[in-house]
Nanobody, 127 residues
Framework: QVQLVESGGGSVQAGGSLRLSCAAS????????????MGWFRRAPGKEREGVAN???????TYAASVKGRFTISRDNAKNTLYLQMNSLKPEDTAMYYC?????????????????WGQGTQVTVSS
């Protein structure tokens, strides 16, 4: 069973930066971590959860338009860790951020495709 644990959230002023991490474990020997699509989602108060970014293999990435150019997703497959570097943060980035994974290629940035989820880490950006 794949398990995901996020860390790195916190409070920051607008324009600041944060780096989220997601430690992953439990990948079967026959399906190593680099065969999984891994992504970041977020849910702001009163809003639905939305896809932020995802990554497959060595670095095929997709970003939501709202974060493109400000956020960078990356992964260290040797450490089974997913990252989200967030720069130029805005108050509208305030949300609970979730790490998620599913086996196979990242065909789309839709939460319905992801079967494994972390508990989330809170990011708060003040103006």
């Amino acid at each position: 069973q794949v398990q995901l644990v996020e860390s790195g959230g916190g409070s920051v002023q607008a324009g600041g930066s944060l780096r989220l991490s997601c430690a992953a474990s439990g990948f079967p020997d026959t399906s190593p971590s680099d065969t999984y699509c891994m992504g970041w989602f977020r849910r702001a108060p009163g809003k639905e959860r939305e896809g932020v970014a995802n990554i497959y293999g060595a670095g095929s990435t997709t970003y939501a338009a709202s974060v493109k150019g400000r956020f960078t997703i990356s992964r260290d497959n040797a450490k089974n860790t997913l990252y989200l570097q967030m720069n130029s943060l805005k108050p509208e980035d305030t949300a609970m951020y979730y790490c998620a994974a599913h086996y196979g290629y990242c065909w789309r940035n839709d939460e319905a495709d992801f079967g494994y989820w972390g508990q989330g880490t809170q990011v708060t950006v003040s103006s």
